[in-house]
Every structure is written in C-alpha cells, then in structure tokens.
C-alpha cells in the first residue's frame, strides 16, 4: 500500500509532467487564464489520462508485446489517445447536450496534449503492472490538474499587480511559471527519503 | 463571447465565437490544436438559445455567461463522477479478486455506472438552470475573449 502511495505522491508532485518533465505547456500557457476554465480543463485531462492510459495499457500487454509490435507503439498509442477523446465527446453528448455545450471547448484540445501520450509512454517505459499503472497516470493527471489551477489562481492575481510594460502579459506568464517549477523542484528531496 | 444567427419570435439563437481552443496561447501558431476548434460543425453543435428580452437582431455581437461556479459543477458531474466510479469499481474488483482482467470488468462496469449518475446529475443542474446561458452585455466593437 504504502508503494503505490509513493508512486502517486511521486508522479503528481516529485516528477510532475508540466514542472519536472515539461509536458502540456501549450495547455498550460493557454487555459490557465482563469481558475475555473483550468479547473475545467484539469478535470476533462484527468479523466482522458487515466482512461486512456488503462488502454494503452491493455494494448500494449495483450497486443504489442505478445507480437513483438513495440516499433508500433507511438502510432498505436496516438489511436488510443484519439479514440479515448472522441469517446469522451460522444459520450458527454449523450448523456447530456447543455453540458457538452458548456465543456466541449476542452476536448479538442486534449486530444493534441502531449501529456497524455507522456503518461502513457512513461508507463510503458517504467514496466509497470496494472494497477502502478492506472495509480501512475491518476497520479500524474491529479499533478497536472493541480499545477493548471495553481497557475491559474496566480495569473488572476498578476492581472492586477502593477508589472513593468514590457513584462506584461506572456512574458511575466513564463517568470512566474520558471518559479513555480523552482518551488516544486523542492518536493524531489522528498524522493531520497 | 457569441453572435445572432437567428431570431425566433421571443427567442434567439446564439454561436459561440471560437478560434481555437488555445486562441490565446502564446505559442498557438506552432501548436497541434490549431484549428481543430473552429471546425464549421464544432460550432454548430454548439449553437444554444436565450430569451431576447433585449432586442438582438442577426449579426450582433453578445457577451454571454453562465452562474458562478456552474463550470466547476459541470465539470465534476462530467468528468469527476464517472472517473471517481470507475476508480471505485476497480478497487472493488482488485480488493474482492485481485485478477487483472475482473479489475479491468470491474472498472468498465463502474465507468458505466458513473455515467448513469452523471446523466441523473446533469438533469438535476439543467432544471436548476445552471446550465443555461445568460445575456450579459452587447459586445463592444472589435472585443474578443481575450480582451
């Protein structure tokens, strides 16, 4: 019990995907201009990682390395990651219309985030068995999610901060976001305890 | 932000403006997402009515907005319930057998359930009305989302 702890802690905040290894800064730059559309968007992400990685996860135990088909995994991968996307949008739509009217705006988006292929590829590298693997890629998603609204919150405040004029806008953005990374880089003494 | 296709006796019919879903992104013009957003029939599938208390003919330009914190209720009813299901199912599955392939069953059938709960909490927000759109204001010429 106490592993699969680590392992989430580790993936949402040690090795986080925007901070530590770099993935869904388009996102990240993008959406994070107000706390509810990250809030959104964090959960819309969480759900397509963690439900795409149990397939991709399933694809490569009983598909590609039974067949030795590992050259295939990225193409494959993309597959599952596109499929996992519309499956969301289509379900979202049935389920309830006013709702995919109101969060269909994030779908698209996810299907080219490049942190959902990182997940998956990532579980794949470190061999991990089933359940590593779905407590991986909640953990990482919850890490995602959590960074996304953290920005979001101080992107809302610096609307308001009296900042030069030729840091205004982006550029403060990308300041604000190396110390961020700074700050979670904090939590990697956490790992060698 | 939104503008009049249609007018219907007391009632109007609104598109969404939409670039691409990361318009505002630094670094959009180099980014996958581009333009798979702003796909004719994306924004058509999003086409809502409001009631035309103000007079809006076709072609105007309208700000529009929903209840406070109706995004964050929308987005656990979708994507919160349904993954917080599956999860349980699959915990279910590994803690009652511990067999890969009946915590994989386990979870299906509890992302089936979490969307039978989602649909339940969808209606219940819709007759609340925190799912329908309000007029806000009339958009002011050349304004966009990110201005």
Not at chain 1, 66 to 75: A, E, H, K, Q, S
Not at chain 1, 81 to 90: K, L, N
Not at chain 1, 157 to 167: C, G, H, K, N
Not at chain 2, 14 to 43: D, F, W
Request: hydrophobic residues 50%; aromatic residues 8%.
């Amino acid at each position: 019990m106490k592993e699969y702890i680590l392992l989430m802690v580790s993936a949402a905040l040690v090795n986080n995907v925007i901070l530590a290894r770099f993935l869904g800064l388009c996102s990240f730059m993008g959406v994070t201009t107000r706390i509810d559309t990250a809030i959104g968007m964090g959960m819309a992400t969480t759900f397509v990682i963690t439900v795409s990685s149990i397939a991709d996860w399933a694809v490569q135990t009983y598909l590609l390395q039974p067949y030795n088909l590992g050259y295939l995994r990225t193409v494959t991968f993309i597959l599952v990651i596109a499929a996992a996307v519309q499956f969301t949008e289509m379900t979202v739509k049935k389920v309830s219309p006013p709702l995919f009217k109101m969060l269909g705006i994030y779908l698209p988006l996810i299907t080219t985030n490049c942190a959902v292929l990182g997940v998956a590829l990532l579980l794949v590298e470190g061999k991990m068995n089933f359940i590593s693997s779905v407590l991986f890629a909640f953990g990482s998603s919850i890490g995602y999610s959590l960074v996304m609204v953290i920005f979001a919150g101080l992107r809302e405040r610096l609307v308001l901060a009296d900042v030069p004029r030729l840091f205004a806008g982006p550029p403060i953005g990308f300041i604000v976001a190396s110390l961020l990374a700074l700050a979670f880089m904090g939590f990697s003494g956490m790992s060698t305890n | 932000m939104a503008h009049v296709i249609a007018v219907e006796g007391d009632k109007v019919w609104l598109e969404p403006e939409q670039t691409t879903s990361c318009g505002g992104c630094a670094s959009s013009g180099a980014c996958g997402a581009k333009g798979i957003g702003s796909v004719a029939n994306r924004l058509e599938a999003r086409r809502f009515q409001i009631i035309n208390a103000e007079g809006l003919i076709v072609g105007e330009r309208v700000v529009v907005g929903v209840r406070e914190h109706a995004l964050l209720r929308a987005s656990v009813t979708a994507y919160v319930l349904p993954l917080a299901a599956m999860l349980g199912g699959g915990i279910v599955g590994q803690w009652a057998v511990g067999s890969d392939g009946v915590t994989i069953t386990a979870m299906i059938i509890g992302l089936l359930l979490g969307l039978a709960l989602s649909r339940l909490s969808a209606g219940r927000l819709l007759n609340r009305g925190d799912l329908t759109p309000h007029f806000l204001r009339r958009a002011r010429p050349g304004e966009n989302c990110h201005s």
